[in-house]
């Protein structure tokens, strides 16, 4: 079978949907012969943030000098950003070659995460890796990285997302996010809405699980573009991340404590490792600046809390005006990515990405035209970008935004990369 044909057969698993539980997975490791057993895992579950966090950590664990799997979802143009070892993505010979034997192994009704979490796993057991950093794909308690014994949690910000499986309140969807943390196993959250923190503070005290807050225990702030992070048990300054933008300084606050508890527990991390793997760090879609006259900046913010921090981050960068390239998915709610935006924007060139489940780009420039925005239908997120660059002066900011769907298709058109879309 060809990598093609197998991203066909496992993309096909898409038509089970989402079926939050442990049943199939756990089945599936098991007639595995349990892979995930072969490495520690280290698990990270959020709404915003997952991503960047679970980069700088397994940027730092690899400076540090151990085998360190990533496993993140979903990829921006290559399936392959999915899986990676040390950095390296994973093969496209050996995502042939572990597709196989993970769908010959599949309960019937397996879905498509279920499939490449265990194929992660696997992945991870032959690559010989000593600890793996799993972001979570949609909640916690039941989403299928819960099937493996995690030695630690780091918790994003939570908010609301995904609420027709996760809850209308953000207490619920902060007990299903920490649904996912092991009893007595270290827990270290960002700042979070009193709600999301009253939850995870309750349920940290019934597992017996020592909860590290930032803001409290731990903190990192920017000052004149560097970081300096006050830690559990150091202090680290002048930090030159990898990831930018306002926002990441949480992101690798959170990275960093959960990498001060790792290196008391068995993966000893020097204070060089830990700089050089926040240096070293790249989460490409989130505050990437393409350089150039005019410049373009890709975010995939799509949700509420993400867009206002995204909105925030935009202070730091010096501009004439902003034109933006947005298309969002149509199970969002555009008032919520858009309001924190759409004030900030000169022009909005509304695009629809590639994915059948995309929003009509008419809708988003009616949406922006209705609430005094001037936008244009452009079609293509192709089109919106060279229709953006063509209006933009020298000085001007490109902002390419609203789904990582969109940020993916302009980024593989940026890069003259194959787009290879798929959400989950």
Request: net charge negative; hydrophobic share 45%.
């Amino acid at each position: 079978m060809t990598y093609a044909e197998t991203l066909s057969q496992i993309y096909a698993l898409g038509r089970f949907g989402m079926k939050p539980g442990l049943d199939r997975i756990t089945r599936l490791l098991e007639a595995l012969g349990n892979p995930q057993d072969a490495f520690a895992t280290v698990h990270v579950v959020g709404t915003n943030g997952k991503g960047s966090t679970a980069s700088v950590l397994s940027s730092v664990l690899s400076a540090g000098g151990h085998r360190t799997g990533l496993f993140t979802s979903p990829h921006l143009i290559s399936f392959t950003e999915r899986i990676r070892t040390d950095g390296a993505e994973i093969s496209e010979e050996a995502v042939v070659r572990l597709a196989e034997r993970v769908m010959g192994a599949a309960p019937e009704g397996t879905t498509f995460f279920e499939v490449i979490t265990a194929l992660a796993a696997l992945h991870f057991a032959e690559q010989g890796v000593r600890v793996a950093v799993f972001e979570a794909g949609m909640g916690g308690r039941l989403d299928a990285t819960n099937a493996l014994n995690g030695l630690l949690c780091a918790i994003t910000p939570v908010s609301l997302d995904h609420t027709d499986y996760l809850g209308s309140r953000i207490a619920q969807v902060a007990l299903e996010k920490v649904g996912i943390c092991k009893a007595g196993t270290p827990i270290v959250s960002a700042r979070q809405l009193p709600e999301a923190a009253r939850e995870i503070e309750r349920h940290a005290l019934e597992l017996g699980s020592p909860l590290y807050l930032c803001g409290a225990d731990f903190e990192a702030r920017w000052r004149e573009g560097e970081l300096n992070y006050r830690g559990l048990h150091l202090t680290l300054d002048r930090l030159r991340p990898g990831v930018t933008g306002l926002y990441q300084s949480g992101n690798i606050a959170c990275a960093l404590a959960a990498a001060e508890l790792l290196s008391s527990g068995g993966f000893p991390l020097s204070t060089r490792a830990l700089a050089l793997g926040v240096e070293r760090a790249f989460w490409p879609g989130r505050m990437e600046l393409f350089p150039g006259s005019p410049r373009l900046l890709l975010d995939g913010a799509h949700n509420p809390a993400g867009a206002a921090a995204l909105a925030r981050s935009l202070s730091e960068i010096p501009r004439q005006r902003l034109l933006m390239v947005v298309g969002v998915m149509g199970d969002k709610e555009l008032s919520g990515i858009l309001g924190p935006l759409l004030p900030l924007a000169d022009l909005v060139f509304a695009v629809e990405p590639a994915l059948e489940r995309a929003l009509p780009a008419e809708r988003i420039a009616s949406f922006c035209r209705e609430r005094g925005g001037s936008a244009l239908d452009a079609g293509s997120v192709s089109r919106g970008i060279d229709l953006a660059r063509d209006a933009a002066q020298a000085d001007d900011l490109i902002l390419v935004c609203g789904s990582l769907f969109t940020v993916g298709e302009a980024r593989s058109i940026l890069l003259s990369r194959s787009f290879s879309p798929f959400r989950g």
